[in-house]
């Protein structure tokens, strides 16, 4: 069966690597149409050429088309890839200094950055849910917007289990921690649990035996990879489980804000440069634009989280992890086990139901799913230690208050979202994000 992608934020510096996905897959119902939907021309106009030269001497290449209506995208649609960026890098980089200005963490989607950025996404994944509802009612929506949990709720309000929410870095940590072990991929489980980029690795059963004890009492083998060298061996000893990379935000608080009030730009800044440089060249010589787009690609892996590594001295990331994390990997994973009704065991975001429990049965959570026809049905797990389960029950309580301020316009639902956040440490500086995040992003106008 022959399938039609639709990928919103199309002109987005990721799709390439989705693209290149589908190129490698030339198995039974695979995607043989891609329609690129984005806001603008010139972005999608790049990114079309980048993907016309990845698929030039491919035979079977799947056919791509641009627009930027909305409507005409989604239409006739069999996967819908949702990756848009409401506000565009700029946005970002705005998130993070004035986070950054007020003393508390700036980052794209965890702290004063993430409501951020949630408030005025939310809407706009509600209008999409809509009209996902209205006119490709049959779709299945993949979900990689961040903030990818909230996002991913906000939509389900409207499309139920048809959303399903992808992050790469569960799936990224997982499999280097069977690498450090020298375990076999296929025959690992992984005990995974947690919210988007609040979730750990508590387990990895081999053959029924869980082997992450033995990595944990194995010094050399936890400094060898990257959330070992993040986070460090005895911190890692004391929790007895494995934190997603981006808890090191919560644990190492301070330094993380210390290492962004320094001279080195915000990571959406650098991005933001980045990304212009690599757009305004393709835009100049679009015969260059795969080369140019892969060598962009490998800058930005190579100095992903550059600065919590740098504070907590763990030098370089691995040459193996600049491939681009996956996630292009786990969305054609997803869409085969969908398609195909593969009974595929995945770790995503989804509605709880009753698999974790101390949370209800419509709050998102990112655990391993069972994967086939009728979508993806989350694993029962056993309950989070104390430490765990009282950080994502707050984590959870904001961003139900940003999908109340969403829903209802209401700016003290979003002043409450900023002072509830952990690391938001005053009402006071959560008064103050609120009123020059206003300023700084017309798209938060509304709240009143």
């Not at 100049?284 to 787009?293: E, F, I």
Request: include cysteine; charge should be negative; charged fraction near 20%.
């Amino acid at each position: 069966m022959a399938l039609r992608l639709s990928v919103l934020g199309g002109g987005g510096f990721r799709v390439p690597l989705v693209y290149q996905a589908l190129l490698a897959d030339h198995g039974p119902d695979r995607v043989t149409e891609v329609v690129l939907h984005d806001l603008d021309a010139d972005r999608l106009a790049a990114i079309g050429h980048v993907l016309a030269q990845q698929a030039a001497g491919v035979p079977d290449a799947p056919v791509v088309s641009t627009t930027t209506d909305l409507d005409q995208a989604l239409t006739g649609a069999d996967f819908v890839f949702s990756a848009i960026r409401v506000g565009g890098l700029a946005g970002r980089a705005a998130d993070e200094r004035i986070a950054f200005e007020e003393g508390v963490l700036g980052q794209e989607t965890v702290g004063a950055g993430g409501i951020s950025y949630g408030l005025r996404t939310v809407p706009v994944a509600v209008h999409i849910a809509r009209r996902v509802a209205e006119l490709a009612p049959n779709a299945w929506v993949i979900n990689f917007t961040n903030p990818a949990g909230l996002v991913t709720e906000a939509m389900s309000g409207h499309l139920g289990g048809r959303v399903i929410g992808i992050c790469d870095s569960p799936v990224g940590l997982g499999r280097r921690v069977v690498r450090a072990l020298g375990a076999d991929p296929d025959r690992a489980r992984l005990d995974y649990v947690g919210l988007n980029h609040l979730g750990w690795l508590r387990a990895v059963h081999v053959d029924g035996v869980d082997l992450l004890p033995r990595l944990l009492a194995d010094r050399d083998a936890l400094e060898s990879f990257e959330e070992g060298k993040l986070f460090g061996v005895d911190w890692l000893r004391v929790l007895g489980c494995l934190p997603n990379e981006y808890l090191h935000y919560y644990y190492f608080a301070r330094e993380a804000v210390a290492a962004g009030l320094g001279d080195a730009p915000t990571r959406g800044a650098f991005l933001e440069r980045q990304q212009e440089g690599f757009y305004s060249a393709v835009r100049s010589d679009p015969g260059s634009a795969l080369r140019r787009w892969e060598d962009t690609r490998l800058e930005r892996e190579a100095t992903y989280m550059a600065g919590n590594r740098e504070s907590a001295g763990a030098g370089e990331r691995d040459a193996c992890d600049l491939d681009g994390g996956g996630y292009e990997k786990i969305a054609l994973a997803l869409m085969r086990a969908i398609a195909q009704d593969r009974g595929t065991t995945l770790i995503l975001n989804v509605r709880n139901g009753s698999a974790l429990p101390g949370l209800d049965a419509d709050a998102v959570v990112e655990l391993p799913c069972l994967v086939g026809a009728n979508g993806a049905q989350p694993l029962a797990t056993s309950p989070l230690p104390l430490h765990a389960a009282s950080l994502v029950g707050a984590v959870k309580a904001v961003d139900r208050a940003v999908l109340a301020a969403a829903n209802t316009g209401s700016r003290k639902h979003a002043l409450s979202a900023f002072a509830l956040h952990p690391l938001v440490d005053s009402v006071s500086t959560a008064r103050r994000l609120l009123d020059r995040y206003q300023v700084a992003h017309p798209g938060l106008a509304y709240l009143r």
